[in-house]
Structures are given as structure tokens and as C-alpha cells.
């Protein structure tokens, strides 16, 4: 059946607003829906086909119609069970007849979010201390354009003024700068406002390396190489001397700077307090002491350090032939050629000699143990390599993306991911020569960063993205810190939330977990061997992308508002679902109902198979209440 329709919510999943849901080609006039669900759209019957083993296993589940636990009728609107949020009934007839056979795993759900409300409660009551990771310097998220003006402001009043104004928005445990670039690179071209843009995280050797490439795009803005010479140092092991010189020019020249001056000479791009420049100096000075010629004997030998972490990560060293073995034949070979050599150049480069090490690569260990509130002093650290075995560059771009941005004439994976960051960081330079974009940096705790904001009068903010935060300090606190930092005058203000870790305190929801039933897990594999045409191999996380844990998710949220923490009293019983969605008087964005409007609820791990993902990652949404259109 052809008809003519289009995917009307702009983030039901992540492919993009009028796109085929199989084969991710531009819909055509005549679309294919599910005749299930009606939302999800394919070009064709073919796609259709090919993708139901998928879709039928998790969002048609979680979009269409359900199914009465008593009665078996299936239709919109059913109610759904309170107790567990994984059941549903046309009426409460139905309810009450079907209850002594749902009440043992109803009552089983709701000790299951006791027992995590629990866990999470001591997690956090324990003086709450971060450790066990290197500095996020390459991240573990996908990057997110954090304003998609087209799916949110532009759809409403006058496009003008939307287009015209500015947008402030706040990026809480930031991390490194891709969110930033692939945000500032995505405006529209009629865009004509300014963006400003305050990062908190509260590590200094983040920031060093966030405020020196910020330095790089302006200082070289005129030359035609920065932006490709800069995706190198993001990214790469070794580097040429004009990399490296880059680097030890900036560096000379920003150890010597007050704030006023990078202000200055940034032209308002960098803002940073003093004393948070006195810490970043420290990394700074580091760097440039460091011995990065690699044919000396005192050299830090980067390739060295590297090779010794990825020797004591059993994980890595066993996921990643799985990983590899999934790849194409050219695709194998090169991304083999990246594991072991790590080297990130453009498609012009000479890779027989590399003569330098990357220092901005470095940093303290990964062993190092700190509280919260007891600031990082980086010079009491010995400088080593530093990037998370799990953390690369093929992990932080959505790679479906970053294909459809090339033109497909690229011999390998990294020239065109190299490609692709060097002309998203055209474009940010592009951004600053115009003098429309602004980063306010802040080495605070996020916590205490309201009381930052307020001291120094700034404008509240359109968006307010705080990374996954939420595993470490709680929904609770988080929602309750940033409500007021939200402006209220734009009712697409939202702030979103991230959590990774979920999974670890409801093991019902993964495939891995001993209490996941097998016959599920018996389902996950069939559909993944129907979906791929291949069979699943052990260690395999793709086949979480056929469980439809959403109802454990729900849990999830409801167990982790229970538990508070960090200052905010746990609750006696667990909250109902209802109560959830208007925590402290904000108003969640159903996923269930494609509501989200920035952030994918969840990613199809499959379909990428290049960015090796784990498939934890979900987002939430939450506006103020008159927002929540
Ligand atoms: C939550 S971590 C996780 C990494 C993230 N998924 C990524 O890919 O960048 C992100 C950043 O938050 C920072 N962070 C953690 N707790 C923080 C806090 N209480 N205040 C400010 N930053 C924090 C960390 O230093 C890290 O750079
Ligand atoms: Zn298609
Ligand atoms: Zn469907
Ligand atoms: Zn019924
Ligand atoms: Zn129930």
C-alpha cells in the first residue's frame, strides 16, 4: 500500500525528518508506512519488508497500538499498568480479571525499582568521588547539534525573528568541543544571530585542551590549513612539524595571557575567569615541556604508552577483532591500520614519517582519585597518554552522517572522518571571523554552577545540555539545579539528560543479565540473524538493538527519582510514571511518543556498525510546562 504521507514528528527515531527508515535515501512522494504502527515510513515495500524483523521488535512495539493483557484486543489508547509500566488493559474489567496472573510480575518490577532506588541512594550518599577515567579529551556519545533550529524555533512564529536573535545555550560536564563544533557548523546558512556558549566541566585538562583549540581556530584563522591541521591534533597519534609548531606557537603565547588578554585577542571568543586560567596554564605549561620528537631518547613515546594500555584491556583486545569482523574487506584492513598505529591524517598526507607526538594526547592517569568539590591541580600529575582504549574518533560522529557528507572517494574510514570534522571546523571559523560566536569556559563543579551564573548576571539559557550527568548526581538534583537557568520566554527551551548506566541497575533490561529471560534473548538473536543475515557471534552487542526495554527504562526513571541524593531526600514509595514526566514542575518529552526534538531517545546500533556503540545511551527531554508543545 503506497500513500502519501510524511513522518510528521521531526525525532521519532534517528533517521532523519523525511527519510526512508530502512535504506536512510530521501523519501519520495509516495511513501510506504508501517501498517502497524502508521509512523514509522519506507520509500519502498522492499525496505519495508527488510526492515520489520527490526522495527517490529522495538519502536513499532513502543509506538503502536498495544495489546490488552487480558483480553488480547489490540488498540490505541490502552491504559497502562501503574504498578509496572509493562502491561495494558482496554478497561479496568480487563484490569481486574487479568490481576492475579499479573500481580507476581508486577509486584517483581516494583521490588526490582526499590532494590535500585536503593543502590542509587548509597551511590550517591557515599562522599560522591569521580575516578577510574582519563580525561574525556575523545568522548564516549555521539556529538549532538544542539539547536536544530528547523525542527524547533524555526516551526513556529515568525521565522525572522528566530532566525535574527541569539541563542545561549549551557553544556554541563561538556567534555571535549564536538558538541560545540558540530552545533556552531549546523546553523542554517540564513541564520544571522550569534550563539553563545558556556562549557562547565569541572576537569582542567578537558578545558586546556577545549581553550587551546578554540586559541588555534582564531590565532590561524587566516591561513587554509587550520581546521584541517586541527581535526589532526584532535585526533591523531603522531603529527607533522607544522602540527606540532602550531601547537608550541599557541602555547607560547597563551602561558603568558591574563584573561582580559585571550579575551582580547580572541575577539571575545574565549571568556574564562583567572583564576580557572591559572589552572588550564598549568596543563599548557606541561605540553610544552614535553619532549615530542619522537627519534630522541628522552621522547614521551605516546605509540609506547599507547600499545602497554591496550596490552592490559582484555575487553579491547577481545571486542576488537569482533568489531573488525564486522567491517567491509577495504574497511577491515584500514580501521586495523588505525588500531594499530592510531595515526589521523588528511587524504593528502604522507604517512611514512610522522615525526612528532601528539601532546595534547597527554594527561593525568586515569588512577587518579578526586571528590568533588577538591579542584584538580594538574600540576601534581605526571603527564601520560590518555585517551580511554573505548574512546576514538569513530565513536564520537554518528557515521551515518559523516557518510552522507562525503562524496564516497574515500580510500579509508579516516579520511573521511578527517574530512568531515576539518569542514565542520571550517565552519565554526567561518562562525568566529564574523564575531557570532561566544564560549564562556567555567572550571566548576556543575552544581554550583548556578550560583556562577547568577554572580556574574548572565542571560538564562535556550538549551541546557548536561551530558550524562544524571548517572552521577541523579534526575533529581540535576532537573532541580538547571530549572531556573532555563529561559522561560522560549517555550523550546529545554534541558537534556543523558544516562549510560541505567542498564546496571536494572538488569532486566539487557540481553547480557542473567535475569533477562532467554526466551528474549532467543528472540534478539533470531531477529539479528533475520535483520543482518548473519548469524550472532558471542561478545556481540548488536543485538540489543532487537530488545524493546523501554518499560524497563520507565522503571528506570521512576527508581532513580525515588532514590534522590545529593542533598535530596529519597521518597518512600516508588512514583508512578504520571509523576515522573512533571518532576519538579518540568514537563518530560515522551519518548514514547516521539516527542523528543534534539536528541535521539535511542540510536539503531546496526545500522552503524562503524561506531562500534554499546547501545546504553538513552535521552530524555524536559521543558517548562507551557513549553511542552
Ligand atoms: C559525565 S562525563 C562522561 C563523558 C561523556 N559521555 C563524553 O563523551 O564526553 C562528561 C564530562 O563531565 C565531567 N563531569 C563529571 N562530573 C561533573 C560535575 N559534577 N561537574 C562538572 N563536570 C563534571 C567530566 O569531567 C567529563 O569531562
Ligand atoms: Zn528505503
Ligand atoms: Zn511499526
Ligand atoms: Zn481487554
Ligand atoms: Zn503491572
Known amino acids: 500500500m503506497y500513500v502519501n504521507t510524511f513522518s510528521v514528528s521531526a525525532l521519532i527515531m534517528d533517521v532523519q525528518r523525511g527519510h526512508c527508515w530502512r535504506c536512510e535515501k530521501v523519501l519520495p512522494q509516495l511513501t510506504v508506512p508501517c501498517s502497524r504502527c502508521n509512523i514509522a515510513v519506507y520509500c519502498s515495500t522492499p525496505c519495508l519488508g527488510n526492515d520489520t524483523a527490526r522495527h517490529s521488535s522495538v519502536e513499532c512495539q513502543m509506538f503502536g497500538p498495544q495489546r490488552c493483557g487480558n483480553c488480547e484486543k489490540t488498540a490505541p489508547n490502552m491504559k497502562e499498568c501503574a504498578g509496572c509500566s509493562n502491561a495494558w488493559y482496554c478497561s479496568k474489567e480487563c484490569q481486574r480479571t487479568d490481576w492475579k496472573s499479573h500481580k507476581p510480575s508486577c509486584r517483581a518490577a516494583e521490588d526490582s525499582m526499590k532494590r535500585a532506588a536503593k543502590a542509587l541512594c548509597q551511590q550517591r550518599s557515599a562522599t560522591y568521588k569521580i575516578s577510574g577515567n582519563f580525561p574525556y579529551y575523545i568522548g564516549n556519545i555521539f556529538a549532538r547539534d544542539f539547536l536544530q533550529l528547523e525542527d524547533n524555533e524555526l516551526t513556529s512564529g515568525v521565522k525572522e525573528n528566530s532566525l535574527a536573535r541569539d541563542y545561549h545555550i549551557l553544556s554541563a560536564g561538556c567534555g571535549n568541543l564536538r558538541n560545540t563544533v558540530l552545533t556552531a557548523a549546523s546553523l542554517p546558512d540564513e541564520y544571522h544571530g550569534k550563539l553563545y556558549i558556556s562549557l562547565d566541566d569541572f576537569d582542567p585538562f578537558v578545558m586546556a585542551r577545549n581553550v587551546l583549540f578554540l586559541f588555534m581556530l582564531v590565532r590561524f584563522a587566516d591561513t587554509d590549513y587550520i581546521a584541517s591541521s586541527l581535526t589532526t591534533i584532535w585526533y591523531s597519534l603522531h603529527i607533522y612539524k607544522r602540527e606540532y609548531d602550531l601547537i608550541k606557537t599557541s602555547l607560547d603565547e597563551l602561558t603568558q595571557m591574563s584573561a582580559q588578554q585571550l579575551h582580547d585577542t580572541t575577539k571575545g571568543l574565549v571568556s574564562v575567569l583567572d583564576k580557572d586560567l591559572r589552572c588550564l596554564c598549568q596543563v599548557w605549561e606541561r605540553w610544552q615541556s614535553l619532549e615530542c620528537q619522537r627519534d630522541q631518547k628522552t621522547s614521551v613515546n605516546l605509540k609506547q604508552q599507547r600499545n602497554a594500555l591496550f596490552g592490559t584491556d582484555i575487553l579491547m583486545r577481545e571486542g576488537v577483532p569482533f568489531y573488525l569482523a564486522e567491517l567491509s574487506k577495504n574497511e577491515k584492513k584500514r580501521m586495523r591500520e588505525w588500531f594499530d598505529h592510531a595515526l589521523f591524517l588528511p587524504s593528502e598526507s604522507r604517512k611514512s614519517a610522522v615525526p612528532f607526538d601528539n601532546p595534547t594526547l597527554t594527561g593525568r592517569d586515569s588512577d587518579c582519585w578526586y571528590d568533588d568539590f577538591t579542584p584538580i591541580v594538574p600540576k601534581d600529575h605526571q603527564f601520560v597518554y590518555c585517551i580511554n582504549t573505548d574512546a576514538f574518533p ?16 574515500f580510500t579509508s574510514p579516516m579520511e573521511m572522518y578527517h574530512s568531515y570534522v576539518t569542514n565542520l571546523l571550517k565552519k565554526v571559523r567561518r562562525l568566529i571571523v564574523q564575531e557570532r560566536l561566544f564560549v564562556h ?65 536494572i538488569p532486566e533490561a539487557d540481553t547480557d543479565s542473567m535475569l533477562c529471560p532467554r526466551q528474549r534473548i532467543q528472540g534478539c538473536n533470531d531477529a539479528y540473524s533475520i535483520d543482518c543475515n548473519r548469524l550472532r557471534f558471542p561478545g556481540h552487542n548488536n543485538t540489543r538493538d532487537y530488545f524493546n526495554n523501554t518499560p524497563q527504562f520507565l522503571q528506570y526513571l521512576r527508581a532513580d527519582i525515588m532514590a534522590g541524593g545529593l542533598g535530596i531526600p529519597s521518597l518512600k514509595e516508588v512514583p508512578s510514571f504520571e509523576s515522573v514526566k512533571k518532576y519538579h514542575g518540568l514537563q518530560m518529552r515522551d519518548f514514547r511518543k516521539g516527542q523528543n526534538k534534539l536528541v535521539p531517545f535511542q540510536y539503531r546500533l546496526n545500522a552503524r556498525i562503524l561506531n562500534m556503540m554499546n547501545g546504553y545511551d538513552r535521552a530524555v527531554e524536559w521543558c517548562l510546562p507551557q513549553s511542552s508543545a
Open 441 to 505: 569556559v567555567f572550571l566548576d563543579n556543575c552544581l554550583v554552577f548556578p550560583e556562577r551564573h547568577q554572580s556574574l548576571q548572565m542571560t538564562n539559557y535556550d538549551r541546557i545540555i548536561t551530558s550524562n550527568l544524571a548517572d552521577i548526581v541523579g534526575f533529581a538534583r540535576l532537573l532541580q539545579t538547571f530549572k531556573p537557568l532555563l529561559n522561560a520566554s522560549n517555550r523550546f527551551s529545554v534541558i537534556i539528560t543523558e544516562t549510560m548506566n541505567w542498564f546496571k541497575f
Open 394 to 409: 569513530f565513536r564520537e560522529w554518528d557515521c551515518l552522517r559523516v557518510r552522507e557528507c562525503s562524496s564516497g572517494s
